[in-house]
Nanobody, 127 residues
Framework: QVQLVESGGGLVQAGGSLRLSCAAS????????MGWFRQALGKEREFVAA????????SYADSVKGRFTISRDNARNTVYLQMNSLKPEDTAEYLC????????????????????WGQGTQVTVSS
């Protein structure tokens, strides 16, 4: 089992920045590819960003490319999502997810590919 706890959400004005963190425990963190997803009220969950277990290859949704950066610190068992130039449409609950990976270069963009999920942290961007 892998336990994931997100933090760092909050209320921010449009154009502002936030950094989300997801702390993992329970298994060897470096064995897991990680992802961030978000779900706005009344909408389906959508992919935001993903990172391989080595921290090398990453992937982003087109809507956040150039504004968000995913990174990880395997020594701290934590994955981050730096969010800059935030827009009101970024308002959502943000969830991190983990999936075991044998290959260091693998990442996953689809929510059904992930086994472990955190509870989420709310991000609200005011206009």
């Amino acid at each position: 089992q892998v336990q994931l706890v997100e933090s760092g959400g909050g209320l921010v004005q449009a154009g502002g920045s936030l950094r989300l963190s997801c702390a993992a425990s329970g298994r060897t963190f470096s064995n897991y590819a990680m992802g961030w997803f978000r779900q706005a009220l009344g909408k389906e969950r959508e992919f935001v960003a993903a990172i391989s277990r080595t921290g090398g290859p990453t992937s982003y949704a087109d809507s956040v490319k150039g504004r968000f950066t995913i990174s990880r610190d395997n020594a701290r068992n934590t994955v981050y999502l730096q969010m800059n130039s935030l827009k009101p449409e970024d308002t959502a609950e943000y969830l991190c997810a983990a999936e075991g990976s044998l290959r260091g270069s693998t990442y996953y963009n689809r929510d059904h590919e992930y086994t472990y999920w955190g509870q989420g942290t709310q991000v609200t961007v005011s206009s």
